[in-house]
């Protein structure tokens, strides 16, 4: 399974838009990849998933480059509620859906 | 629908006693995973059902942990005896069947170890 590489932490402020950067330079072909959200005391939530080009929905955007070596994550507007860990995973869609989750980027929104 | 059920939310043992933990999956979801996670690490996965049979169990101690999923639907995870490591926060995880979905976790049992 590809390793990903996420910063540890990033700090922004409300009504900014925030973008985290996951590097996932030996994705395979039919690897997809899942970013989670994790708030203090709680399990992971799933935000998002894609393969290629762009993913949206209510919460966020997936934005992935044709090589699909990196991804990005991107949050609009965020408020103090956005502050959480987030990971990225890469993994086949296609086999028994393992996720293995690395340190994950530590978001902290300031008011 | 009714998220992952987990109980107890809490647990303080001493080493080398036992502890069992507790998880009700999402109605229909026939795949259930439990997550070891450590204090500053993302979640490690322990072992995966699919329905009442295990699909991987390869980073499971299974000197000390346990799991079954007898009627595949709940499941406990066993740790017997406790070690110091062992403390952690244990989540368990359900997903539909099928490629792609998304997994579904409860908010974990805390365990301390003393």
């Known amino acids: 399974l590809a390793k990903t590489t996420q910063p540890i932490s990033m700090d922004s402020y409300e009504g900014q838009e925030v973008n985290i950067t996951c590097s996932h330079n030996n994705i395979a072909t039919n690897d997809y990849i899942t970013w989670y959200q994790q708030f203090p005391s709680q399990g992971p939530r799933f935000i998002i998933q894609g393969y290629k080009t762009k993913v949206t929905n209510e919460v966020a955007s997936l934005f992935i480059p044709a090589d699909r070596k990196s991804s990005t994550l991107s949050l609009p507007r965020v408020s103090l509620s956005d502050t959480a860990v987030y990971y990225c995973?890469?993994?086949?869609?296609?086999?028994?859906?393992?996720?293995?989750f690395g340190t994950g980027t530590r978001l902290q929104v300031f008011p | 629908e009714a998220g992952v059920a987990q109980s107890p939310r809490y647990k303080i043992i001493e080493k080398r006693q036992s502890v069992a933990f507790w998880c009700n999956p999402i109605s229909g979801h026939a795949t259930l995973y439990w997550y070891q996670q450590i204090l500053g690490q993302g979640p490690k996965l322990l072992i995966q059902f699919q329905n009442n049979g295990v699909v991987d169990d390869s980073q499971l101690p299974k000197d000390r942990f346990s799991a079954e999923r007898l009627k595949g639907v709940d499941s406990t995870l066993k740790i017997q005896p406790a070690k110091l490591e062992d403390s952690a926060v244990y989540l368990c995880?359900?997903?539909?069947?099928?490629?792609?979905?998304?997994?579904?976790f409860g908010d974990g049992t805390r365990l301390s170890i003393l």
């Open positions: 995973l890469v993994g086949d869609r296609g086999r028994t859906d393992k996720l293995i």
């Open positions: 995880a359900s997903s539909r069947q099928g490629s792609g979905q998304p997994q579904h």
